[in-house]
């Protein structure tokens, strides 16, 4: 059976997903693999959306009366009294040479980009990313060299997007092969409870890389709808182990000669 009619199998049938602790190890991870690349392409879709957004946004900003600025000798110039704060189209651009605004202020923001003394902060959907001024060894930076850097990233932006798309299915497939790592060895407490004695972990491992993909669909449903799902992460274990469990049940119970 191929991994298209296995994935349609893996929807709806934990009989067959049951058999499949046969295969070898090398099909499974290739299911994986595939399961990954199907069941991320609306997060693909949405990072592509949304450095487009951002690019286009900062665009905007910095061809904008924004203050005078530059990066010399490693740190911020700008000409402000006092953080400079503008929003265009849900991005925020912040001038804080004197560090006035703390990392928590900062973080209140949905998407920010703000320059401090020392460093560059992207906030993004409550992560940071810092970007010291130290990196551009003591090289002069100012607002005119900036929207030139923009104008000439415009006909490379496809190909940003494409990288960051791979590390980010890369970091996918790393994320899931942990997930299945661990439902396997919680396999091996189900399959003790439901006196499946004749299961091992490669075969635990195994049905675990398929118990994941009734999940891995409905979050990626969710994902394309822009629908939210409190919990997602326990969620998501929550029903892997559950699907986990009737598969393991639908394994014959090996019997004992007397």
């Known amino acids: 059976m191929n991994i298209f009619k296995q994935f349609i199998k893996s929807l709806y049938s934990p009989k067959t997903m049951a058999s499949f602790r ?3 190890i090398g099909k499974t991870i290739l299911f994986v693999f595939f399961l990954v690349l199907l069941t991320s392409i609306p997060k ?3 990072i592509g959306t949304d450095v487009t957004n951002f690019y286009n946004n900062a665009q905007e900003i910095f061809e904008s009366d ?4 530059y990066i010399e000798e490693n740190q911020f110039h700008a000409d402000v009294q006092e953080p400079y704060v503008m929003e265009e189209s849900g991005m925020t651009i912040i001038f804080d040479p004197e560090n ?5 202020e900062l973080k209140g923001y949905q998407e920010v980009l703000a ?12 992560t940071v990313e810092y970007i010291p001024f130290s990196d ?3 090289a002069y930076i100012g607002k005119e060299e900036v929207v030139s850097f923009l104008d000439s990233m415009e006909g490379t932006l496809p190909v940003w997007i494409t990288v960051i798309i791979i590390a980010s299915y890369v970091f996918f497939s790393a994320t899931k092969f942990i997930q299945v790592t661990i439902l396997g060895l919680i396999g091996l407490i189900l399959k003790n409870a439901l006196q499946r004695s004749n299961l091992n972990f490669r075969h635990t491992w195994i049905m675990s890389a398929y118990a994941v993909t009734i999940p891995s669909v409905f979050f990626a449903i969710m994902e394309a709808l822009s629908i939210p799902v409190p919990g997602a992460v326990w969620l998501n274990f929550a029903i892997a182990v559950f699907v986990l469990f009737l598969i393991i049940k639908e394994v014959k119970v090996k019997k004992i000669q007397e």
Do not use: I, R
């Not at 924004?66 to 600025?69: K, T």
């Not at 320059?115 to 409550?126: H, I, M, N, P, S």
């Open 100 to 104: 006035e605004l703390s990392l928590s």
């Open 115 to 126: 320059f401090q003394k020392d460093e560059a902060l992207l906030v993004y959907q409550g």
């Open 136 to 138: 551009f060894q003591g």
């Open 44 to 46: 693909f879709v949405n």
């Open 66 to 69: 924004v203050p005078a600025f």
């Open 22 to 24: 046969f295969q070898g």
